[in-house]
Nanobody, 123 residues
Framework: QVQLVESGGGLVQAGDSLRLSCAASGRTFSTYAVGWFRQAPGKGRAFVTAISWTGGRTYTTDSVNGRFTISRDNDKNTVYLQMIKLKPEDTAVYYC????????????????WGQGTQVTVSS
């Protein structure tokens, strides 16, 4: 069992940076891949980026590639999402999710989810 808690969201201006954290409980967290998804107002949840259990493999959606970076610290049971050059279209609730070993771009393949953290980017 893995429990996930996101933090770090907030209200920022376009061009600003923000770092989200996904803190996990459970001694086996280091064997889980973690993905970040986001849900904008009135839209479905969409894949953003994901990282493998070792941190050696990442996937990132094109719209944030070069601006968002995922990383993990297994000693701290935490995955980070560093976001720079934020745009108003990045406004969404951001969720982290976990699945065994390898990352996936499909939300259906993740077993555990956090409650989400709101990111609002003003123009």
């Amino acid at each position: 069992q893995v429990q996930l808690v996101e933090s770090g969201g907030g209200l920022v201006q376009a061009g600003d940076s923000l770092r989200l954290s996904c803190a996990a409980s459970g001694r086996t967290f280091s064997t889980y891949a973690v993905g970040w998804f986001r849900q904008a107002p009135g839209k479905g949840r969409a894949f953003v980026t994901a990282i493998s259990w070792t941190g050696g493999r990442t996937y990132t959606t094109d719209s944030v590639n070069g601006r968002f970076t995922i990383s993990r610290d297994n000693d701290k049971n935490t995955v980070y999402l560093q976001m720079i050059k934020l745009k108003p279209e990045d406004t969404a609730v951001y969720y982290c999710a976990a699945r065994p070993k390898l990352p996936s771009t499909s939300e259906a393949e993740y077993d555990y989810w956090g409650q989400g953290t709101q990111v609002t980017v003003s123009s």
